[in-house]
């Protein structure tokens, strides 16, 4: 008997029927065609290639995450086939970076992209790199067109956007004339402004100053920006101070005062008025305009923690470093796992290392050699300023007198469009970033605003990273670090000798007056950068403390009181650095410390406000149902894990007080994230309950105080998280609110579902919090969505390097559909590493694709 499909139903739902199985099918085929189409792109990982250009044999080991080990026989084929592993894995992100960082998305996008690259083309990115190029050492330049050379290997062999990956059959519907050009060395030396952009220190926090200043007055502004708790939460040094001009970590503290303040642009009219504060939210569009290639919009959850403890407190007698640092949640994950290995050690092949890298940038960034391991967290100097000009037609005015403005067009090609023109106009401090979203309007005040960065001058970050990678002890690594110039970043240090380091290098810059922290005139000519930085050998650094171990996680680097350059008065609070700190001891009051300690702590999720503030919540006055809500608080020991249902409804309490209490009070720029600052500004105000700062400004004829504010934000709490999972208090857990998506940073935030699905990965339930060690960040102005994450984790055991272990937030392959693509996600999510092997012996043993390059 022949059946007939739908036979049983009704007539008019047999069509219904009928056509919900013609969509079901055409969407299998679909599926099955993407999937097809991506398989192509699929990199070959087993077998041989022939790679015109090597010197001689390569051979690539892969394990089963996809990670490939390198060996070489000169550095030369070591970056090129570098060159090459990367373009297989990530060639569409390495291609959609450097139209970022020289502004050329819209080629790529159209017209949708035409601001940020106008922000970009301004900033002058691109053209500071190629100035850059020049100025390299000889190697350097060898081993980025080496490197370039491998890369363009691979793309000549994939001409077709099919063979590239899936994102290129994409943008072939919507840009099909778009052909990727060969990769140049200044692609790869553009990328490190991207990175220093990213992981810039206090722009944004100067234009909130400014901009909260036409709300309140000044003492009220700088209440929200309070000094760094010394006392509470110790600093990275601790020792030490600058005697005959060197930083000497064992020079006792003499009759040295306090950094001097300086003066700096006062309120008034001229913050006050309308040009300035115009211009000065012009230049805040302008910044925002500009990708995040590292961070998120949300910087406030950027950050890292590094920290390494001696082998007098490890169980192997050898030192330990553990390094995560915090960026915002990308798919595929801006790191790229990697080992580069010279097969002999040899003046032409001195390279044995093993870490992190950057897709489209050779050697590694954070990682070990056979000898050495290092680890980076952001240390957050003071390094850009920004100065309200008096602009008159193509002058501005500087010392009295009208100075021409230097001028230079930008051509941007839009894809669908032609080519859009751009005027940068720019004075002795930098180019007019107020210019470039929006009409200046006339005044005879200050009516520009100028960017002065050090990442906007030729430095030599580039010769650093291949130094680093060479490095065999530490006077070698601080030689290497000397280098490092943008951005500037703590380093911390191991080697297998037993010596533990830390030192800050960076380009920092000295001002004539002022500390940076207020936008500041630029015609007097009083606030100007000197000509020469902080000396290098003035920074401070610190080998084999007496303790045994060093911590840095974005706090203040050293007390002023024993320091006198300005380094920044923006530090991170210390809540991250000093639960580690006490974690760290209460290790080593336990016993000898191993790298599955490092990792626990690592996954730390303690919130460092709790203690503080929930005191405050169980005191005050509370009717209705948020009274049974409040009691989760009372035994609640501060840890924030996916289960817990205290962290819930305390995170949650504290994203209504912060609003609650201050976005009355300030313009949408300037409210509260939610990072550590705002928990020293809280902090300080409970102890003050009738400070105008707890008043709703929006209601009449009633003044809150701080009991108003709490009580309801315990009831605004319960009544949103009852909203969203249920009335069941037992029912409620931090992982329901606190989820992270892992986003493609380029086609993930198209607006078009079936695409973004095919590249987004996710959600996750996540652990932790912002300032919570496993720092997880999110922003009280929206919701719960994880922002920020640990991007990736290591933990160097010099004992045995094959102890080590790492993890990365996505994985190797940048192919959606791979098997590497995510594969690593779920591990990070619940704090687990994979094997950092880096001996030959077991790089082969565990490795599961053998890939030959030949001549």
């Excluded at 100053?209 to 309140?216: D, E, G």
């Excluded at 990275?236 to 060197?246: K, L």
């Amino acid at each position: 008997m022949r059946l007939r499909p739908y036979a049983w139903l009704p007539w008019p739902f047999r069509w219904v029927a009928r056509m919900l199985t013609v969509v079901l099918v055409l969407a299998l085929v679909l599926a099955g065609v993407l999937v097809y189409t991506a398989r192509r792109s699929f990199p070959q990982v087993d077998g041989t290639i022939r790679l015109p250009g090597l010197a001689g044999n390569v051979e690539i080991y892969r394990d089963k995450a996809g990670i490939p080990q390198i060996y070489a026989d000169s550095s030369e084929d070591l970056f090129m086939a570098q060159g090459f592993v990367h373009a297989q894995d990530r060639f569409w992100e390495m291609d959609f970076r450097r139209h970022v960082t020289s502004g050329r998305l819209s080629e790529l996008f159209g017209k949708a992209t035409l601001d940020n690259d106008k922000a970009i083309r301004t900033m002058g990115w691109r053209r500071v790199a190629e100035q850059e190029l020049p100025e390299l050492s000889e190697s350097t330049r060898r081993y980025l067109d080496s490197y370039a050379k491998g890369v363009n290997a691979w793309l000549q062999a994939n001409p077709n956007a099919s063979d590239r990956s899936l994102e290129y059959s994409v943008l072939k519907v919507q840009n099909g004339a778009y052909r990727p050009e060969p990769w140049t060395a200044a692609d790869s030396v553009a990328w490190l402004k991207a990175m220093a952009w990213d992981l810039r220190s206090n722009m944004e926090d100067e234009i909130d100053r400014a901009l909260a200043l036409t709300k309140l007055p000044r003492e009220r502004v700088e209440q929200l920006y309070p000094e760094y708790p010394y006392d509470s939460h110790a600093p990275i040094v601790t020792r030490g101070t600058i005697a005959d001009d060197r930083f000497d970590e064992r020079a006792r503290l003499g009759a040295r005062g306090t950094t001097t303040r300086g003066q700096n642009l006062t309120g008034g009219t001229t913050t006050r008025g309308q040009s300035v504060t115009g211009a000065l939210a012009q230049a805040a569009k302008t910044l925002d305009a500009v990708p995040g290639t590292m961070s998120a919009a949300d910087r406030d959850g950027i950050g890292s923690n590094s920290w390494v403890v001696s082998g007098e407190h490890t169980a192997s007698g050898k030192p330990l470093l553990a390094n995560d640092p915090h960026l915002s949640a990308q798919m595929p994950s801006v790191w790229y796992q990697v080992g580069l290995h010279c097969r002999k050690i040899t003046e032409s092949c001195s390279y044995d290392v093993t870490g992190f890298s950057f897709s489209g940038l050779p050697g590694v960034i954070i990682g070990h050699t056979d000898k050495i391991a290092w680890g980076f967290t952001n240390l957050g100097p003071d390094v850009a300023d920004l100065f309200l000009e008096r602009v008159t037609g193509d002058t501005y005015l500087y010392k009295g007198e009208s100075v021409k403005l230097e001028t230079r067009q930008e051509k941007i090609k839009v894809a669908g469009s032609g080519t859009v023109t751009l005027n940068v106009r720019s004075t002795r401090h930098g180019p007019l970033i107020n210019e470039v979203i929006g009409d200046v309007k006339p005044s005879d005040g200050a009516n520009a605003v100028a960017l002065q960065w050090t990442a906007l001058t030729p430095g030599t970050t580039v010769d650093a990273i291949f130094a680093m990678n060479a490095a065999t002890d530490w006077p070698e690594f601080r030689a290497a670090a000397s280098l490092f110039d943008v951005p500037a970043q703590n380093l911390v240090y191991a080697d297998t000798e037993g010596h533990i380091g830390y030192q800050a290098p960076g380009r920092i810059p000295v001002r004539e007056k002022g500390d940076g922290t207020w936008p500041v005139p630029g015609w007097t000519g009083e606030y100007d950068w000197r000509t020469a930085p902080i000396p290098y050998d003035q920074l401070p650094s610190v080998e084999d403390p007496a303790d045994g171990y060093i911590v840095t996680a974005n706090n203040a680097v050293i007390d002023p009181k024993r320091y006198r350059p300005l380094l920044t008065k923006d530090w991170a609070y210390g809540y991250r650095s000093q639960r580690i700190l006490d974690r760290i001891k209460q290790e080593i009051a336990k016993g000898k410390v191993d790298a599955a300690t490092m990792s626990k702590i690592q996954q730390d999720t303690y919130n460092g406000l709790a203690k503080d503030v929930v005191p405050a919540l169980m005191r005050v006055p509370l009717a209705g149902p948020a009274v049974q809500a409040r009691k989760l608080l009372q035994d609640w020991d501060g840890s924030q894990g996916v289960n817990s249902t205290p962290a819930a409804y305390f995170n949650a309490v504290w994203r209504h007080l912060l609003k609650l209490t201050f976005d009355d009070d300030l313009p949408a720029g300037a409210r509260p994230s939610g990072g550590d600052r705002w928990y020293e500004v809280v902090k300080r105000l409970l102890d003050a309950p009738d400070d105008p700062f707890w008043d709703d400004t929006t209601t009449k004829g009633r003044t809150e105080t701080r009991d108003d504010i709490l009580q309801q934000a315990l009831a605004a709490a319960y009544q949103e998280v009852a909203d969203r999972l249920g009335t069941d208090l037992a029912a409620w857990r931090w992982g329901d609110l606190h989820q992270l998506t892992l986003t493609n940073g380029s086609l993930g935030t198209s607006g078009i579902a079936p695409i973004e699905a095919l590249f987004n990965r996710g959600p996750f339930e996540v652990p932790g919090s912002k300032d919570a060690p496993n720092a997880t960040g999110w922003n009280v102005q929206r919701d719960y969505t994880v922002t920020s994450v640990p991007s990736m984790r290591m933990v160097v055991d010099l004992g045995d390097l094959d102890k080590s272990g790492w993890i990365n937030l996505t994985g190797a392959s940048g192919h959606a559909f791979h098997d590497n693509y995510w594969d690593q996600a779920p591990l990070w999510a619940k704090g687990e590493l994979l094997p950092m092997y880096s001996k030959p012996s077991t790089v082969q043993k565990a490795a599961v694709h053998t890939l030959r390059l030949t001549p």
